[in-house]
């Protein structure tokens, strides 16, 4: 049987998974089409924003926790066997304040700051931290065994592992979802797997009012932090900020972040904000600047800004009949599109065999 063709359109960590993981069947014929590519740093382009960790903030037994789930098997799998992909396992301290109980983080973060989260019998060592082990202001704190994963050299990976499965690459801007039918590596493209991230907003054919960005700063600096991520349940500026450290494996710097400023589309440093980040982490991470707590011996290698996909009601992965042909949907990812990536491109992979199979294709 002529093996099907596929146009993904995005190739931020939802494309690239999507993609690698529909390769590795080896029945299809593959083609990412692609405003922004690994190697790109853009206000429209999420994924090399990202820390990333593995820090679930999804809620016990829904979808999102099933694909957080899912992909904590994958993530584990790579930074044991699979270093090159830039994914280590790193300790991951969640520490709460009980003065952020009513915040809104508070409220995103309810699974991810209880003592006994779904999550506590997927990753390695969860424990409830003792009191004596807790810093000035913290009331209570878990740690558990996670990952970083450089997303520099990840998102390359990714990409490398979907081109030796065969996969086409093509940079292109689209206007409309269907501009992707003529884009595949064959004359006639069977479907469309839409990966576009908060591009979904504005792409013609989908323009989903649902998505809307979560503006993230960040700072990538070259000092560490004694090989752990640390968390917190606030800050005492707001509650659009957040106070968050994380190392990158091979030599990728630490990560300090961060906001959460739903709405926002700037796309500028907030210098301000910056310097607030930065108060917080060496108050919060004494590690960080050799226990001096002075925001100047904190040695930045850049600012940064990222928009999170965020999507109402949770991240669409559902098939679509347009009049067009079929297409599948892989995008509104918030803060958790490396968490959740394999969970949901193991979805896409199944809705593309049911969308492939004879029965599903003539609906
Ligand atoms: P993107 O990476 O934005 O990719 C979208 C792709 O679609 C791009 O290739 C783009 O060019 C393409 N595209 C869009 N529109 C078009 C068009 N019209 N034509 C052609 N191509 C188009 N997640 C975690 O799991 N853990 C974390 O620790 C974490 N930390 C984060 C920290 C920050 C500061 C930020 C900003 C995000 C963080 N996230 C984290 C979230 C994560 O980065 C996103 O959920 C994820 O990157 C979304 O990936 P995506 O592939 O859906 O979108």
């Known amino acids: 049987m002529a093996q099907k063709n596929i146009v993904v359109v995005g190739a931020g960590v939802a494309g690239l998974t999507s993609a690698y993981l529909l390769s590795q069947t080896r029945q299809y014929n593959i083609t990412v089409v692609a405003k922004h590519m690994p190697g790109d740093y853009d ?55 009980d003065k952020d ?27 409830i931290l003792p009191t004596d082990k807790l810093g000035s202001g913290i009331q209570s704190g878990t740690i558990f065994t996670s990952v970083c994963i450089n997303t520099a050299i990840y998102l390359p990976w990714l990409l490398s592992q979907c081109v030796k499965g065969g996969v086409t690459f093509k940079r292109a801007s ?20 839409n990966c576009t991230g908060l591009g979904a907003s504005k792409l013609g054919g989908v323009r989903d009012t649902a998505v809307v960005p979560a503006r993230g700063q960040i700072v990538l600096v070259r000092n560490g932090n004694g090989g752990k991520m640390v968390n917190l349940s606030g800050t005492d500026d707001g509650d659009q ?11 990728g710097g630490t990560i300090i972040g961060g906001s959460y400023q739903k709405g926002d589309w700037n796309p500028e440093v907030d210098h301000e904000l910056a310097h607030r980040i930065m108060q917080r982490a060496v108050k919060a991470c004494p590690d960080l600047t050799g226990g001096s707590g002075k925001v ?7 600012h940064g800004v990222g928009l999170r996909p965020v999507r109402e009601g949770g991240a669409r992965v559902e098939r679509e ?23 949901c491109a193991q979805g896409v992979v199944r ?4 969308v492939t199979s004879a029965k599903v294709s003539k609906l």
Not at 179 to 193: M, R
Not at 351 to 354: I, P
């Open 351 to 354: 809705l593309v065999k049911e």
């Open 43 to 97: 206000i429209e382009y999420a994924s090399p924003w990202a820390g990333a960790n593995y820090m679930p903030v999804s809620l016990r037994d829904t979808k999102a926790a099933e694909w957080d789930r899912d992909t904590w098997y994958a993530l584990e799998d790579l930074a044991r066997n699979r270093p090159e992909s830039g994914v280590h396992f790193q300790e991951c301290e969640i520490l709460s304040r």
């Open 174 to 193: 689209l206007e409309d979802l269907t501009d992707a039918l003529a884009l595949g590596s064959q004359e006639k493209v069977d479907l469309i797997v």
């Open 101 to 127: 109980s009513q915040s809104a983080t508070a409220e995103w973060f309810a699974e991810l700051l209880s003592p006994s989260p779904w999550f506590k019998h997927v990753v390695p060592n969860f424990r």
């Open 241 to 251: 900020e957040a106070c968050y450290v994380m190392t990158r494996a091979v030599g």
């Open 321 to 343: 009949r347009m009049s067009s042909g079929w297409v599948v949907h892989n995008y509104g990812h918030g803060g958790a599109g490396y968490q959740s990536s394999y969970g």
């Open 296 to 302: 100047e011996d904190l040695d930045v290698i850049r």
